[in-house]
């Protein structure tokens, strides 16, 4: 069962075509012909077609009709899963409707299906629904990883976090140094000569002889207000941390996705993250005025989590107090629709951590349901 889409090509203004990898090789003779044991649930006019939402529905809908012949559950990126088993839980009435249609009915299939997901909870919803599943395949990112650089399809080379532009204190992968951080530069067979990424990676450890690395944050993607520079990593840190939180306080309310940025509109300016909360009882809806004072709290959990910087300029009034504002459910995935619009692809989306489009933020301040801060964090520790 492969979650895979496509993008219509488009040109350059000379004429050229431009196309994505993935949907260049879905469309290619090699793809449309290969061997009849790589066969998925859905056939290929599925993954041709020009309508993401509709790509998705018919994954899932071929998915089901052919539940006991899955064994593996495929997604470029987990994202892309996450999306499927959300498009399920949205349509599963639907879709067990029509599963009876496809092959001929098939009423114990619709009971089924009927079955696993009236539950209230939805875990493990995969090897319920498909129960030969042996493994799901797809490409996790993030901060608690630590990658094998492997030379064979590019050139690695690394430059120390604080080089400033020195090419000479640059090193090869083999010389880089336990607890240390770079910068990696790039150089492929196809012409990208010493391509500086914009990634900060730590080195953890060793597989063998080859390093191998934790990502730590975008060079140039931070939240700023005054002098303070937080990084990737404490804002995921600070967001482990709530959810951690939340799940102690009320343990009927998840975290479904979430971004942030600055709001420089009022002084002095603050962080605001953007949650899209739901129940983890699919037949509940969350109670906000129930959770007031939880959510009020996380505010002073996620700061907790940035530096000595930030804390001493949040303390001095430099920075205001940071503001969670929750949105309403299906907020990001509007948010993915318009990213996707914009060129962005389907296969590789990802909820960027920090929003810096404008465009992108009307989208999310449209959503707003309440707003959350706390002014105690000036009393830092009390």
């Not at 449309?32 to 790589?38: I, L, T, V």
């Not at 064979?152 to 976090?161: A, K, Q, T």
């Not at 001493?312 to 318009?338: C, H, K, P, W």
């Not at 590789?348 to 309440?370: G, M, P, W």
């Amino acid at each position: 069962m492969e979650f895979y889409y496509t993008r219509p090509e488009s040109t350059t203004p000379s004429g050229l075509p431009v196309a994505s990898s993935f949907s260049t090789f879905f469309k290619s003779d090699y793809f449309k012909n290969r061997p009849s044991n790589s066969k998925s649930t859905s056939p290929n006019q599925v993954i041709m077609c020009p309508d993401n939402s509709q790509i998705l529905y018919c994954h899932v809908l071929c998915g089901l009709s052919q539940k006991d012949e899955v064994v593996r559950a495929v997604a470029t990126f987990a994202h892309a899963l996450v999306q499927a088993l959300s498009c399920l839980e949205r349509n599963w009435k639907e879709l067990s409707s029509v599963s009876v249609i496809i092959g001929g009915p098939n009423p114990k299939l619709a009971d089924l299906i009927e079955q696993e997901c009236s539950h209230n909870s939805w875990e493990s919803i995969i090897p319920r629904l498909w129960p030969n599943t042996k493994f799901i395949e797809c490409i996790l990112t993030g901060q608690d990883l630590s990658y094998t650089f492997v030379p064979n399809m590019s050139f690695f080379e690394f430059l120390p976090v604080d080089h400033r532009g020195d090419m000479t204190s640059i090193v090869d992968l083999v010389n880089v140094k336990l607890g240390c951080y770079y910068e990696p530069v790039v150089t492929t067979y196809f012409g990208l000569n010493r391509y500086l990424i914009g990634d900060i990676v730590y080195v953890t450890g060793f597989y063998n002889n080859t390093p191998q690395f934790r990502f730590v944050r975008r060079k140039n993607v931070v939240l700023n207000v005054d002098q303070e520079t937080t990084t990737e990593e404490e804002i995921l840190r600070g967001l482990i941390t709530h959810a951690a939180f939340v799940h102690n306080q009320s343990s009927n309310v998840m975290l479904i996705d979430f971004t942030c940025n600055t709001d420089i509109s009022t002084s002095p300016g603050h962080y605001v993250f953007y949650l899209e909360l739901k129940a983890k009882d699919v037949n509940e809806a969350v109670e906000l005025d129930e959770n007031v004072q939880v959510l009020v709290e996380c505010c002073s959990v996620i700061e907790e989590s940035f530096g000595d910087v930030y804390r001493s300029l949040r303390t001095s009034g430099s920075v205001g107090a940071l503001e969670i504002r929750v949105v309403q459910q299906g907020t990001f995935d509007t948010l993915m629709d318009y990213i996707i619009s914009r060129g962005g692809s389907t296969n590789q989306y990802k909820t960027l951590i920090c929003i810096k489009s404008s465009e992108a933020v009307v989208i999310l301040e449209n959503s707003v349901l309440v707003r959350f801060h706390s002014e105690k964090y000036p009393l830092f520790g009390t």
